[in-house]
């Protein structure tokens, strides 16, 4: 269960200011957690190669290089980490990059920290962090594939479970990114699968992308 006990939290952030805010948002969510910090990329890479963690809270922006290296990093390792993006940047590219090398969460560090801290802390209620414009850019990103769905007779809320579980997100990740119970995503997969005719998740996804429902990745 989300975080162990003894667990290790990592957040990497190269402003002093907000490094300090983002832990103290840490500490609030998961007392437990021994929290370890980095400033930079090349800081943050060594601490991945010595540590397991649980949570992982990254800045995008560092002075030398993009997180999404780090996440990529992160994502290979044998030791699941739950990735949390914490950034500035509220555009399209950047969500959807961090989301497809591994995040399971966006934040923007814009909010107060209560709203952070509430974030964080529905983690451990499979409600992945995801920041009020993230969600409305991912469920625009659902809205824009329309000629697709008419082709593959997918109603809207299907449509958004495909993205999402093609994406990689597991049954309760999608249950709480769309506010539905895990059966009622099942049921929604096994109609899905009905329909496009596939019988597996990796079908699944070569025929979302052939539709055009989500993006090759």
């Not at 952070?116 to 920041?131: A, M, T």
């Not at 994406?167 to 009905?194: H, N, Q, R, W």
Request: glycine share 8%; aromatic share 6%; net charge neutral.
């Amino acid at each position: 269960m989300f975080p162990h006990s003894d667990g290790k939290a990592l957040v990497v952030e190269d402003n002093p200011d907000t490094l300090e805010w983002l832990v103290s948002c840490v500490q609030a969510a998961f007392p437990a957690l021994q929290i370890v910090t980095a400033s930079d990329l090349a800081l943050g890479k060594s601490l991945v190669e010595k540590h397991n963690f649980d949570l992982a809270l990254i800045d995008l922006g560092l002075p030398d290089g993009s997180g999404i290296e780090l996440i990529k990093t992160l994502s290979l390792k044998a030791y699941s980490s739950y990735i949390v993006v914490a950034t500035i940047y509220d555009d399209d590219k950047n969500l959807f990059a961090a989301l497809k090398s591994g995040a399971k969460g966006y934040i923007l560090k814009d909010q107060d920290r209560e709203r952070i801290v509430s974030y964080l802390k529905g983690i451990k209620k499979n409600r992945p962090p995801l920041s009020a414009a993230s969600s409305a850019r991912l469920i625009s990103h659902f809205n824009s594939k329309g000629d697709a769905l008419e082709r593959s007779a997918l109603t809207a809320r299907e449509s958004e479970v495909v993205c999402l579980i093609g994406k990689g997100y597991s049954v309760e990740d999608t249950a709480g990114m769309l506010k539905l119970s895990p059966d009622t995503i099942k049921g929604y997969i096994k109609g899905i699968y009905a329909k496009l005719g596939v019988g597996n998740r990796a079908e699944l996804t070569l025929e979302a992308v052939r539709l055009g429902i989500i993006d090759s990745v």
